[in-house]
């Protein structure tokens, strides 16, 4: 279930509908979530999104991605949601033994340790395993450099569920 903090806009609503419904074709369910949309930026530390646990405990999606009407723009507002998505999907879902064996798929050295470069994280590359099998774009816009056989192979091991389409790149053997 998705709540708002203010009414999202009719541009923002309709982003937020789809990667829900992305989630909901691929059988996995979302915790309770609140987004937001912060085009200055401030919410996210600089980032294109953030998820965390507010003070009143509320799981909390924040895209800082503004929408100019372009094609680019909108792309990447909605790799940014599936991303902030699948962080949410894996607090409510993983446990630490989960991480130790996707941060292994993942060539990940720790799940979260900040001392790591973002995109060697493997809390972000589990993130962007979500972006790879659920966009509905054939072309991928990652942030991380991995095998797509890895990508997938921590998103079905986690999930139990297939990608979805359209046109997945091909995996390398």
């Not at 999202?8 to 691929?26: E, G, M, S």
């Not at 799981?59 to 949410?88: K, M, N, P, W």
Request: net charge negative; with cysteine.
């Amino acid at each position: 279930t998705v709540t708002d903090v203010e009414p999202l806009t009719d541009v923002d609503q309709p982003l937020v509908d789809w990667a829900t419904d992305r989630f909901a074709q691929a059988g996995l369910e979302l915790p309770e979530l609140t987004v937001r949309f912060d085009p200055s930026r401030d919410l996210c530390r600089t980032n294109d999104g953030r998820y965390h646990h507010a003070p009143n405990g509320d799981r909390v999606v924040t895209i800082c991605t503004q929408d100019s009407g372009t094609f680019a723009d909108q792309l990447t507002r909605r790799r940014t949601l599936l991303h902030e998505f699948g962080h949410a999907w894996d607090v409510a879902n993983m446990s630490a033994e989960d991480h130790d064996e996707l941060g292994r798929i993942l060539g990940a050295d720790a799940w979260n340790d900040h001392d790591d470069v973002w995109a060697d994280r493997g809390v972000e590359r589990f993130a962007e395993a979500f972006v790879f099998a659920l966009l509905d774009q054939p072309r991928r816009q990652l942030k991380v450099s991995l095998e797509c056989s890895d990508l997938l192979s921590a998103f079905s091991t986690a999930t139990g569920a297939e990608p979805l389409g359209p046109g997945l790149p091909p995996c390398a053997a």
